[in-house]
């Protein structure tokens, strides 16, 4: 059964802006250069779709603010809503409006766009403002006591709710600052329209000592509405003296942690999300603190708690490390399980994220388990839920997939399957685990996957042409061996044919023949794929395994001259252990003193040695002027054909005489 929507009968409108302060005017665009700066996006929101609006401004590199138009389509061209924030743009002019204002033809990123913003990591300081109308407003207000426990870092205050939803990455501290009187009355503000909202935040600082210039996170909260029409804001602007974050509080507004929380999700970048509906009411997805974030789940004196963000939202912003994210490769299925993003750390991803190929698109797979409790609770039941996202859509990326948002329909449970046949996307919910659910995912027509045998994942390798054998693909005609350096990059592929298998396919390789060069103690990835008899892949083995090769010893022994002897220069012999992996090796003489050096090149090792017993006569010219005066250190180092590394002896000290 649907559940009944408490929001729909509230007495007000919820205003929520990414809002950049409107001052100064068209005049810079003479003051020579191009028009360029940040971007800033207000969402003027309200019940009655009629009265929603979205606008713009573009805060210029000299601080002057000016009001700006851009249409959908050059939002869309320049990466999506998400794409603008803290990025810095030159606005390529287009027809002006028919008030004089700016039209923007084209926005062209004057630095890379920056999706994954993590302003809001580390800490974050706001300071709460409580403000009231000089006349006007309400007598009966909330003491500046009961702010510092609806915000406090105990469960579940506001700075509890940022520490648990971000798992400590953003923690918030606040100072909260008792009731101050505005310099004007409430109707002075009323008359000043929008604009009241700047006025706010000069006169309400003011009142307390603060500034309005540099980097500052504010609540402003008064004692009544704010507007003609009954909003609530919050929002952000950047580039001029760094990141401003405003959340503006009618009085309705403190008696709910949930409205804290939203307007400071705003402030963080993170717009609305939506239900599948399409329609544009933002306020119709309760699993979202950035849609409908005033449900059903309330604690006294706290109102009602605010449920996490969607886990894209979290990710744009930094709050979502990236490898709590799996992302699903094209023609590719997997089963996985995912956790609730607030279980504890199990090893298990938060997310699964589907890139839809040839769009920005992506579907969000990602868990809520109410029986966890805490900031879980606002949840109907445990359930996965499924969010399609569109980065370009102007005001609600994320919108909730399912029929009803508030009842089953949005709640994918073990033994249902949500398919979208244009996307080629298929997600199946498999079965509960303690923190979360498996789930099969689906995009394009999956290719099979076969196992790989040997060498094993994270094995160490002897052989300089190793044995590779994997298990065989139905249907496959040849197959490619593909291996790797991963630090320097060299690859190298092997087509091998299926007469090498049976059952299992096993090939050794000439890598020496083919010009391939190991790098001793360095990780390498092999990996294979199959392909039919025309040339499509069809399958591909289930992981890229790590090996590292071990081709030459770690060290080499020198037996002779041992250690502070006296060696006539005409009887120097060195003696040493070698070793049979090695081809050739180099002895390097020096005195203490560095005054005199040798240095015999590679060497055979088939002249020198017999197995492991290597035995090198030095000529004495190589030392032209006779023994040196000074004692003598002798080095041994070898190599190998084939392998990049070394083998070295420790340095022995002796004394050449004549």
């Known amino acids: 059964m649907p559940k009944s929507r408490t929001t729909a009968l509230l007495p007000f409108t919820l205003l929520s802006a990414l809002?950049?302060?409107?001052?100064?005017?068209?005049?810079?665009?003479?003051?020579?250069?191009?028009?360029?700066?940040?971007?800033?996006?207000?969402?003027?929101?309200?019940?009655?779709?009629?009265?929603?609006k979205t606008s713009y401004t573009l805060t210029t590199f000299s601080g002057e603010t000016l009001p700006l138009e851009i249409p959908d389509d050059v939002i869309h061209a320049a990466g999506g809503l998400m794409a603008l924030r803290s990025t810095p743009f030159e606005v390529v002019l287009g027809v002006p409006t028919r008030s004089g204002g700016v039209t923007a033809a084209a926005l062209v990123p004057t630095t890379a766009p920056r999706w994954f913003n993590a302003d809001p990591t580390g800490t974050q300081h706001w300071d709460i403002l409580l403000c009231k109308f000089s006349s006007g407003g309400t007598s009966t207000l909330p003491t500046k006591a009961d702010v510092e426990t609806m915000t406090s870092g105990t469960f579940p205050g506001l700075a509890s709710y940022w520490s648990t939803v971000s798992r400590g990455a953003s923690t918030m501290t606040r100072t909260v600052y008792g009731w101050k009187t505005l310099a004007n009355s409430q109707a002075y503000y009323h008359g000043l329209g929008d604009y009241a909202a700047n006025a706010y935040v000069n006169d309400c600082a003011a009142a307390h000592g603060k500034s309005t210039s540099g980097a500052y996170n504010y609540v402003i909260a008064l004692n009544?509405?704010?507007?003609?029409?009954?909003?609530?804001?919050?929002?952000?602007?950047?580039?001029?003296?760094?990141?401003?974050?405003?959340?503006?509080?009618?009085?309705?507004?403190?008696?709910?942690?949930?409205?804290?929380?939203?307007?400071?999700?705003?402030?963080?970048?993170?717009?609305?999300?939506?239900?599948?509906?399409?329609?544009?009411?933002?306020?119709?997805?309760?699993?979202?603190?950035?849609?409908?974030?005033?449900?059903?789940?309330?604690?006294?004196?706290?109102?009602?708690?605010?449920?996490?963000?969607?886990?894209?939202?979290?990710?744009?912003?930094?709050?979502?490390?990236?490898?709590?994210?799996?992302?699903l490769p094209n023609n590719r299925a997997e089963t996985l399980v995912i956790d609730d993003w607030l279980a504890s750390e199990s090893g298990s991803y938060s997310a699964i994220f589907i890139p839809i190929p040839g769009t920005s698109r992506l579907y969000v797979v990602e868990v809520h388990?109410?029986?966890?409790?805490?900031?879980?609770?606002?949840?109907?039941?445990?359930?996965?839920?499924?969010?399609?996202?569109?980065?370009?859509?102007?005001?609600?990326?994320?919108?909730?997939?399912?029929?009803?948002?508030?009842?089953?329909?949005?709640?994918?449970?073990?033994?249902?399957?949500?398919?979208?046949?244009?996307?080629?996307?298929?997600?199946?919910?498999?079965?509960?685990?303690p923190n979360g659910y498996q789930v099969r995912v689906e995009l394009g027509t999956p290719i099979n996957v076969f196992d790989l045998i040997s060498p094993a994942n994270d094995s160490t390798i002897a052989e300089f042409n190793p044995t590779f054998s994997w298990n065989a693909e139905a249907g496959a005609a040849s197959y490619k061996l593909k291996l790797k350096n991963t630090v320097s990059g060299a690859k190298i592929k092997i087509t091998v044919g299926s007469a090498a298998c049976s059952g299992t396919?096993?090939?050794?390789?000439?890598?020496?023949?083919?010009?391939?060069?190991?790098?001793?103690?360095?990780?390498?990835?092999?990996?294979?794929?199959?392909?039919?008899?025309?040339?499509?892949?069809?399958?591909?083995?289930?992981?890229?395994?790590?090996?590292t090769p071990d081709l030459i010893p770690s060290s080499l022994t020198l037996n002779?001259?041992?250690?502070?002897?006296?060696?006539?220069?005409?009887?120097?012999?060195?003696?040493?252990?070698?070793?049979?992996r090695l081809t050739e090796y180099?002895?390097?003489?020096?005195?203490?003193?560095?005054?005199?050096?040798?240095?015999?090149?590679?060497?055979?090792?088939?002249?020198?040695?017999?197995?492991?017993?290597?035995?090198?006569?030095?000529?004495?010219?190589?030392?032209?002027?006779?023994?040196?005066?000074n004692p003598m250190t002798v080095k041994i180092e070898g190599r190998r054909a084939g392998v990049g590394g070394k083998a070295k002896s420790v340095k022995q000290t002796f004394t050449l005489v004549d």
């Open 19 to 52: 809002l950049i302060l409107i001052t100064g005017s068209l005049s810079a665009q003479g003051a020579g250069g191009p028009l360029a700066g940040f971007i800033g996006v207000r969402y003027w929101d309200a019940p009655d779709p009629a009265l929603h």
């Open 224 to 327: 009544g509405q704010m507007f003609n029409y009954d909003y609530a804001l919050g929002g952000y602007s950047t580039g001029y003296g760094g990141t401003q974050r405003v959340a503006w509080l009618p009085l309705w507004a403190l008696k709910d942690q949930t409205y804290f929380a939203h307007e400071m999700g705003h402030g963080y970048g993170m717009p609305h999300s939506n239900n599948s509906d399409g329609d544009t009411d933002s306020y119709d997805n309760p699993w979202d603190v950035m849609s409908d974030a005033f449900y059903n789940y309330s604690i006294s004196p706290y109102g009602y708690l605010a449920t996490p963000s969607n886990l894209w939202y979290l990710r744009q912003i930094g709050l979502l490390p990236a490898g709590e994210v799996y992302t």
């Open 369 to 433: 388990k109410k029986s966890l409790g805490g900031f879980n609770s606002d949840y109907d039941t445990d359930a996965v839920v499924i969010y399609d996202i569109n980065p370009n859509r102007t005001t609600q990326p994320a919108w909730l997939v399912g029929s009803d948002s508030y009842g089953p329909g949005a709640q994918w449970v073990p033994g249902e399957t949500y398919t979208n046949s244009a996307d080629d996307v298929t997600i199946s919910v498999l079965g509960a685990t």
């Open 505 to 547: 396919c096993s090939v050794t390789p000439d890598l020496s023949g083919l010009g391939w060069t190991w790098q001793e103690g360095t990780l390498h990835k092999w990996s294979v794929k199959a392909y039919n008899g025309n040339g499509l892949m069809i399958a591909k083995g289930s992981s890229k395994h790590r090996i």
């Open 560 to 580: 002779n001259p041992i250690q502070n002897a006296t060696v006539n220069v005409n009887e120097l012999t060195v003696q040493f252990t070698g070793d049979t």
């Open 586 to 629: 180099k002895f390097k003489f020096k005195t203490v003193d560095g005054s005199v050096s040798a240095t015999i090149s590679w060497t055979p090792a088939g002249s020198i040695c017999s197995g492991t017993s290597c035995t090198l006569d030095v000529s004495p010219s190589l030392f032209p002027g006779g023994a040196p005066s």
